[in-house]
Structure formats: C-alpha cells, structure tokens
C-alpha cells in the first residue's frame, strides 16, 4: 500500500487465503489499481512509504492479528512482529537513517533479497532486537536512532565545533491542571461562547510538500466532530471521514482499510478544530512537564485519547494557544509517533483558527496552509458518509 503522507492506500490482494504474499504485488492487482498506484507514485514526488496490506476480511475473524512472517514473504528477524506494523517500522528505520526505502530495496519489489544494505539492514534488527533482549529487559529501550540519529554511518566521536549552548527548562514550582491550560487555550481562541457558536467549519486549503509541490485540500468539520476531507493528487483524490461512527477512507473509488490509530487521527482533528469539548477526549489529562519548541515555552499536557493511545499535547505557556500535539503507537522498534503542530492561527468569524499546520510522522512531513475558512455554511451531512 503506498502510502503518500497520512493517505495509506491499501492494496486489494485477490486471494484473501494465500498465507504469504507473491513477490512483487503488481502482478495481484485488478489493473485499474495499478494504473492507480503508478499515477499516485508520478504525482507525489516522494514515495514516502509503499506498503502492503491484505484485505480486512480475514476468513475467520477472531482471529489473532496476522505476525509478519504469516503475510510477508522473507522476514526472518521481524517475522513474530504483528503485521500491521511493518510500514511503521520501516518508515522508522528509513528516518533514523536518513535514506529513502531504496537504500535496502529495488522499487516495490521488497521481499527481493541481496538489494542494497538489505542484509547489513537485518543485522542490525537482530542486534538491536538482542540488545534490548539481553540489556534491557526485553523493553525497547535501543533503537536505530539511538546509534544513527539520522545517518546511515553514526558518528562516534564527540563533536567538537557546534557546541550548542544548553537550555535549561525551568520546571514550574506549582503544576498546572490540565483543565486550567484547556480553560486558557480556550479564552485564547476567543472563549468558550463564541466556541459554542461554531456549528461547523468549511475550510479551504493547499497541501504542501516538504519539495515544493502542493495539491488543493478541502475540508468540512462539524462541532459535533463529523469530518470530510478532500486532497486532490491531479485525477485521483484522496477522500477521507468521519460519519459519527466510523471513520473512512478511499482513493477515488477504491475504499482504503484503515488501521485503529489512523481512524483516530481523522476523529482527533475534527474536535481540536472546535476546541471546546477536547477535554471530554483525553482520559488521565494531566501536566508533564514545561518544555520550548523552536524558541516559545510550552506546557506539555499527557493523556490517553479515545483509543487509549498516549498523546502529549504542547500549549503556548504565555499565549495559551495549541501548539503542539502527537500521538505515539508502540512497535517493535520503538515508538511511532505523528506530530501535528499548529503553527499560525488567523481569525475567522470572530475566533482563532489554525491557518498554518505542520503534519509530521517518521519519514515524511508536510503542511497545511489554510486559504480560507467559512463558519456555519449549509452543509450536506451525507458527505460525511463513505461513498
Ligand atoms: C536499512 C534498510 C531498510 C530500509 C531503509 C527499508 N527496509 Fe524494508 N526491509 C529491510 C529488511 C532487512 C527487511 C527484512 C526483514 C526481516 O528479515 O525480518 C525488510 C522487509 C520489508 C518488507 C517485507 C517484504 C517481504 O514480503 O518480505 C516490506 C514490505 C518493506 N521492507 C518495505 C519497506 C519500505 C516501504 C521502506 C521505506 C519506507 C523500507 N522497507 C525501508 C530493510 C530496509
Ligand atoms: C548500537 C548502535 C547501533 C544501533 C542500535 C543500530 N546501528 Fe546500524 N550501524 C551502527 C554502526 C556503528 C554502523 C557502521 C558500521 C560501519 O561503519 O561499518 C552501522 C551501520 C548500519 C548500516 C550500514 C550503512 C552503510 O552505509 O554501510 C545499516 C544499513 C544500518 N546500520 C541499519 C540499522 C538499522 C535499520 C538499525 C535499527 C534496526 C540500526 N542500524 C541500529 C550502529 C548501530
């Protein structure tokens, strides 16, 4: 499933029983779905992340959650790793590095071996898995950005020049509560009032590529969290929503599985575009630490969002205003994390609305750039169903 920033697209497989996958998935695809891929993977200038996915239909459903070595074809230190994290593991792996899935593969053809640093690729699993193994209690406390930091040779010596100076985060004597920083951002975009008054938000915006490019996006979000979300790559769109019980996705025709921390992503943007009932969203809400993010001091707050999943989120400590917010998924290698940092807010209909957004996950960044935002518009609610 080639994944183009969040926008996963899952591969249909024809055989819903085959136990491993065939070499190379082109071959299993209906035709229409390869021309598909191969439009998205000319459009997008970076292929961030292609990935494979069987269909979620699984003939029996209770299933335990498929190992990698059950729906891959030559995993052999990942092999008791839970399959749906393979994307996410690679695309860490490629981000401590610093390099691109080539490094280790030939195009789409990943199960090839003898390609690149594949093999040096697998040493390091192995050592990195058995250090944590032997050292650490089997926690995953090494990881290949432990050593690499971005490069595909670490650097062991200290560096010498560059020295940066070191800022030190003075820790506030008394700990805010969580419910008086989410009070605060609330004044800050306008008060809860006004906040109540937002029925639902019709936005317009770019899709900006870390290389330059851009693709048109468009959004409807409603107070009560339903959501649409349009990316137009050329003539194929990326659809994406909420419809109050299920979130979607689907490229063009083509409906997209979607695993339960990208669903929750889709549900989470909605409400933290209204702001007001995000309280009612985290459980264990509570303050972390004081920390600085670029050269503004934030309060980190924690919690659990609805899926449970840890998420920190980071408020401006004079502005009071949401600057930060990321959501961690636990692999085999470490932590996944998505960060959504909300850069700039303009004032639309009387409130402050992010209007500069910065999504990021291992290995792939872009930005939203908000062009315009209009407030209580007639809305079709059947947009918010998959169709
Ligand atoms: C540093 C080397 C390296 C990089 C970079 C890398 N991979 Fe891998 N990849 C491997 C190794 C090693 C394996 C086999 C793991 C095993 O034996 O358990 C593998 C296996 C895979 C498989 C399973 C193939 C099969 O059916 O056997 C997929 C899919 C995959 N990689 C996708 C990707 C994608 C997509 C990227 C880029 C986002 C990527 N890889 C980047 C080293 C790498
Ligand atoms: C304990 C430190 C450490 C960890 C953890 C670690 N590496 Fe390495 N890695 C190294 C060192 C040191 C080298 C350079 C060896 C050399 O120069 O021959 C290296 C080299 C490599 C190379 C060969 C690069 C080249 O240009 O030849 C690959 C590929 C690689 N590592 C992948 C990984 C992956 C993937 C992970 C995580 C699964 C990982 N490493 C974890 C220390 C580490």
Redesign the pocket.
Known sequence: MPQIGLHYIVVPFTNNHQRRLTMDFRPALSRSTADLLTSLFRIASVISLVFLDAPTVDAQPNHAPKTSAEKFKNVWVLSDMPADQMGKVMNM?SA??G?NCS??HEGTNFAKEGVG??D??R???S???G?NKEFFGGKTE???????QGK???V?NVELTQAKPIVRIHQPQFQPSADDILAKHIQAVGGKQKLDSIKNRHVIAKRREIHGGSEPEELWQTSNGLTRMVTQYGSVSVVEGFDGSQAWKRVNENAIELKPDEAEQIKLEAVIAFGSNMHTMYSEFAFQSADRIEDREVIVLSGLNPSKMPERLSFDSQTGLLRRRVLSVATL?GEFEYQVDYVEYQEFGGILQPTKIRFAVPNITWTREVTKIEINTEIDESIFRLR
């Open positions: 792996m401590s590095l390099v490094f280790c640093h594949k040096a690729g040493k390091m699993i050592m990195t898995l250090l090494v990881t290949c950005n432990t050593c690499h595909s040779k670490p062991s290698l």
